[in-house]
């Protein structure tokens, strides 16, 4: 069976999806509410990755203005993927 790997930007319509995600990597127990709010007000980008239209992991990264470099830079905090086994041909 082939698997239908798909990226894209994180919403609010996401929130529950990452609360879980989040939730199974670091048990930290955010809200779903608090997800909507930081994806609304903060310095962050959430991407998700789906497989087969299903939740499957979620990368973070920030965006800052430092003194050290002209126009903006980013991080990538955290990529978090489910371990599947067996989902890809060796």
């Known amino acids: ?4 790997i798909h990226l ?3 919403t609010a319509k996401d929130a529950l999806d990452l609360v879980k995600l989040n939730n199974e990597f670091n048990g930290v127990g955010i809200t779903e509410e608090e997800v ?14 789906l497989m087969n239209n299903v939740p ?4 973070c990264a920030q965006f800052y203005k430092s003194i050290c470099y ?9 990529f978090i993927l489910k371990r599947f086994v067996g989902c890809f041909p060796s």
């Not at 069976?1 to 239908?4: A, K, L």
């Not at 499957?56 to 990368?59: E, I, R």
């Open 8 to 10: 894209r930007w994180a």
């Open 70 to 78: 002209d126009g903006l830079s980013i991080q990538v905090r955290h």
């Open 36 to 49: 909507i709010e930081n994806l609304s007000y903060s310095n962050e980008l959430v991407a998700l990755a």
């Open 1 to 4: 069976m082939e698997s239908n």
């Open 56 to 59: 499957v992991g979620f990368a």
